[in-house]
């Protein structure tokens, strides 16, 4: 079979999936488990095929299928691998399996229907990552909506609702505006250029007067900016993070969170060139209050789901400044940081989640001194929370580290060029890394150190199961940390293919193809 | 006009004919209400079959030159308008059982085909008024309710007052043009004259009233609640698709100048974000319905900002994709205890644990009708809205896309309702409907195409 075909069964075998949960009796969960569990892992295995098989030294993308889908509208199915993606396909595949064996035991209702839903997510992630075509990332973009609402809404927990309709509806609203510009810009393809296409690759040759750009960049990126969240435009995510079953935070912390940044990285800065430029201040600052601001108000959570959930937009303000840098280590730290925070906030959800199973409270109050009852799970939580603030040799460390070097690279010019704003803005953001020290390490001491405290005592340490998740998780995690160099390899002609987008205007990227 | 010509091309309203005089036979010879109902589906499958046969024809011929002619798109128009009727005669079984309702369902689709092949004002107005009358008698032949009466009586009135409207746009513009062609529409449009300018107005509002667009919408609430689940499935969606395709035809090749795309924009503009807000506070189901079908038939009028050469394609797509999946809905809705009863909203509640295959029928049709993709509602959206948009009216285009976005949260409640909620109070027992069941398998066949191969579908309009 050839690789492009092996994509291809990548992205499908979550369809295949659904329709085998679906035609397992209900009756029977652990069935429903173990076989979504194996699809899962089948999927993960020949992703990581994939990897290997990946060309760092080959520019654009590879294993390429293109096939006419709407020819009247020039829409293609079209999918690939690139520098851009590669990666967050391997994250998006080694987190499937571990989000379904970690819901083994919580999900006791309607498991079909949460297994399908699980499959459901799966797609419409790896098809947002892999597609090479604005309308087909549109579809898959939007499908996201359907799977996370139904899960959050389900099997959530009491403001369930609530929290659902407010994450489908904000993030709606930034696609419609999406879905608007889409149109317009694919339109102005065709009118300038006669090129009849919804290709990235064509799409990234448009050439738009500046204004035009400024308001079809605010449109993506208003509908990106909810999705990673920066704030303002955050406030849904606490919530989605707190009500959503173990699952749903994890897949949400874990990879959906991405779609928003990744966004910005493969369509609103190389699309738009110039109004990406002109609106650098405007999301560099906004990066850089996303660090501080989420690392204060993860400072003062007593609810442990909303200190890793606050977190989670700190850590993702690291991204949009790596990116925002245009440097191509900043860019490079940029995507590893995305993995890293992909994994190690799947991680602590899970390990909330664990512990919830087990104490039914998320009040920080109700714990204390856990590593005198819980050694394993004390150990994961200190790795994971190590990772998290980034100490070296783990994956966190790599990616905040190289994103800071490049926007600090980049400023250090800026300031040569004599403009200091950005200069002082990276420092700042460097008081993000101690900010971040500080609440996880203050949040851990409260949690497992000090005077033993719990809601109901004896509680069982983690099951071999769960050990074998977050053990997974943890290796992945330190693997990052300690070689960087393979995949960041992978990622790095990509990288300066984004650069040179954004710097010269999409003139030198006819080889994206 | 030769005798050939006139058999060959109204072969699909000949069928509908044949329908109805083997039906009133059935009738007078004391058949029972299965049999009419098996001659009605026959019928209109096979008046659906030769329309479709004449648009692969590629037959292009006027049996009657200046009042009736047809032409491929007319008979595609007609096989659309037909094909959705299957599914309305099968959901007819629940409510009626005598050969009324195909009767008179058959007598409305006659006038629908004719609407959308007239070519002069007089065969439009015929047509208009064939497809409308009955419908006034079936909205009351449900009459399980006192407020069915009232709401029959209010359908007749506005529905007279569009009749009347629209035959004083027709007189003002033969008063200035001297012709009753339709063509004479499409120059009018144009003309600066305040007398035709008037009966352009006369005659839209007329439209307007017909499709329930804002402010010409307030009978479709009151009809859709008080009428039966087929008939207002039946008016929700081979109503209006004939009444927007008959417009479609009636501009023609005009284009919609900027001065006048303003007119043209703004009430679809407020109905559909009327439809979509109002539509969030009712507790009926198929009051909720009415609003949404408010909300959707201003994306339809929006359709005419267009240029005209993508306007009917943008239309009959969009009628397609919109009708199969309101009957969709309606084919899966829970049966069981009285009219009213059923027809709440709260009654969905739970619905998942109880029939999960209807729930996510429903599901799947108030996704695409909010028009989330895949799914055949936003493909379609996404046709209007990109034709409104290569036509030079970019912030239509994007007001409208954001007055779609506030019909999200309420077809998202219906879904809320199912899966996420407990049992509504007052379930009882629901008896199988196989016909029903039917039905929905029959629209899920052309929802599978429509997302899989929207392009395929797209090429044949």
């Not at chain 1, 369809?15 to 679906?22: C, D, F, S």
């Not at chain 1, 890293?340 to 664990?354: D, E, N, P, V």
């Not at chain 2, 709260?346 to 996704?367: E, H, Q, T």
Request: proline share 5%; glycine share 8%; hydrophobic share 60%.
């Amino acid at each position: 079979m050839s690789d492009a075909a092996i994509l291809n069964l990548v992205l499908w075998l979550p369809v295949a999936g659904m329709a085998l949960v679906w035609a397992l009796p209900e009756s029977r969960p652990d069935k429903v488990r173990w076989a979504t569990f194996w699809v899962m892992v089948l999927q993960f295995v020949l992703t990581v095929w994939l990897y290997l098989r990946f060309d760092a030294e080959q520019p654009g993308l590879q294993f390429a299928t293109r096939l006419p889908w709407i020819p009247d509208w020039g829409v293609s199915y079209l999918i690939g691998l690139d520098g851009f993606n590669v990666l967050l396909v391997l994250l998006t595949a080694f987190l499937g399996p571990l989000v379904v064996a970690g819901s083994f035991s919580a999900i006791t209702r309607e498991v079909k229907l949460f297994h399908a839903m699980v499959f459901l997510i799966q797609f419409a992630m790896l098809g947002t990552f892999v597609a090479q075509d604005l309308f087909l990332f549109y579809l898959f973009w939007e499908l996201m909506l359907v799977p996370m609402f139904l899960i959050i809404g389900i099997w959530g927990g009491e403001r369930r609702i609530y929290a659902t309709l407010k994450f489908v509806l904000y993030t709606a609203f930034g696609s419609i505006l999406m879905l608007a510009a889409m149109i317009y810009l694919v339109w102005t393809l065709k009118t300038t250029t006669g090129v009849n296409s919804f290709a990235f690759a064509d799409l990234y040759g448009v050439r738009l007067p500046v204004d035009a750009q400024t308001w079809l960049f605010a449109a993506f990126a208003l509908s990106f900016a909810i999705k990673v969240p920066v704030v303002p435009l955050h406030t849904w995510l606490p919530d989605a993070h707190v009500e959503a079953p173990t699952a749903g935070s994890a897949i949400l912390a874990g990879v959906l969170l991405k779609m928003g940044t990744y966004g910005f990285m493969k369509l609103g800065f190389p699309l738009f060139p110039e109004a990406a430029k002109l609106a650098t201040p405007v999301v560099m600052s906004l990066a850089v209050i996303s660090i501080v601001y989420g690392a204060c108000l993860a400072l003062v959570q007593t609810d442990i789901k909303k200190i890793i959930a606050y977190s989670s937009i700190s850590h993702l303000g690291y991204v949009m400044l790596g990116l925002a840098s245009l440097d191509l280590i900043g860019i490079q730290g940029a995507v590893i940081q995305m993995v890293s925070h992909g994994l190690t906030a799947a991680g602590l959800f899970m390990m909330i989640g664990m512990i919830y199973e087990r104490c039914h409270t998320r009040d920080l109050a109700a714990y204390g001194g856990l590593a005198k009852i819980l050694p394993l799970y004390s150990v994961f939580f200190m790795l994971l929370t190590l990772g998290a603030i980034g100490l070296p040799t783990t994956s966190g460390f790599t990616g905040e580290f190289l994103s800071l070097m490049g926007a600090f690279r980049a400023a250090w010019a800026a300031w040569e060029a004599g403009v200091s704003w950005p200069l002082w803005l990276v420092g700042l953001a460097v008081t993000g890394v101690v900010l971040g020290a500080l609440y996880m390490l203050w949040f851990a001491q409260r949690f497992l150190f000090g005077k033993l405290k719990a809601p109901h005592l004896p509680i069982v340490d983690l099951t071999a199961r769960e050990v074998a998740i977050l053990g997974a998780i943890v290796i992945a995690m330190f693997a990052l940390g300690l070689f960087p160099d393979e995949p960041m390899k992978k990622t790095e002609l990509a990288a300066r293919q984004y650069q040179q987008l954004v710097e010269t205007g999409g003139s030198a990227f006819a080889s994206v193809r | 006009m030769n005798a050939m010509s006139v058999i060959l091309a109204m072969l699909p309203e000949h069928a509908l004919l044949a329908g109805l005089c083997a039906l009133i036979l059935v009738e007078v010879a004391g058949g029972r209400g299965r049999t009419g109902l098996a001659v009605a589906f026959v019928a209109v499958a096979a008046a659906t079959c030769a329309a479709l046969a004449l648009w692969f024809g590629g037959y292009a011929v006027a049996p009657f030159r200046g009042h009736f002619s047809i032409s491929p798109q007319t008979e595609i128009a007609k096989a659309v308008i037909l094909a959705l009727a299957l599914p309305v005669l099968l959901l007819s079984r629940d409510e009626f059982r005598d050969a009324r309702f195909p009767l008179l369902l058959l007598s409305s689709l006659y006038g629908a085909c004719l609407l959308v092949s007239s070519d002069s004002f007089l065969t439009l107005f015929l047509g208009l008024e064939l497809m409308s009358l009955p419908v006034y008698v079936l909205v009351l032949l449900a009459l399980q309710r006192v407020e069915s009466a009232e709401a029959g009586l209010k359908y007749l009135i506005l529905g007279g007052a569009a009749t009347a409207t629209f035959l004083m746009g027709a007189s003002l513009l033969f008063g200035s043009s001297g012709t009753l062609s339709l063509a004479a529409f499409a120059d009018a449009l144009a003309s600066p004259s305040p007398m035709t300018q008037a009966a352009v107005a006369m005659i839209l509002c007329a439209f307007f009233l017909k499709a329930a667009v804002f402010p010409f919408h307030t009978w479709a609430p009151d009809a859709y609640e008080g009428a039966s689940v087929p008939v207002t499935a039946y008016m929700a969606t081979i109503i209006k698709a004939a009444v927007v395709l008959a417009v479609v035809r009636l501009f023609g090749k005009a284009e919609v100048t900027p001065q006048l795309a303003g007119l043209v924009a703004l009430l679809p503009l407020v109905s559909i974000a009327w439809g979509n807000v109002a539509a969030i506070r009712q507790t009926s189901f198929r009051r909720m319905i009415a609003y949404s079908s408010i909300a959707h038939a201003g994306y339809l009028f929006f359709a005419l900002l267009g240029a005209a050469g993508g306007r009917f394609q943008a239309v009959a797509f969009y009628v397609l994709a919109y009708g199969v999946m309101n009957l969709l809905a309606f084919s899966a809705l829970p049966t069981g205890g009285d009219d009213a009863a059923r027809d709440r909203i709260d009654n969905l509640k739970g619905l998942f644990r109880r029939r999960p295959f209807a729930a996510i029928v429903i599901g799947l049709a108030m996704l695409s009708l909010a028009g989330i993709p895949p799914l055949p509602g936003f493909v379609a959206k996404f046709l209007v809205f990109r034709n409104v948009m290569a036509a030079g009216h970019t912030w239509y285009a994007v007001l409208g896309l954001v007055g779609s976005y506030l019909g999200i949260y309420f077809y998202l409640r219906i879904i809320q309702y199912m899966f996420m909620s407990p049992d509504g109070a007052g379930v009882e027992d629901e008896r199988p409907r196989r016909l029903a069941f039917g039905a929905t398998l029959l629209c899920l066949v052309p929802v599978a195409l429509l997302v899989l191969f929207p392009g395929w579908i797209l090429g044949k309009f």
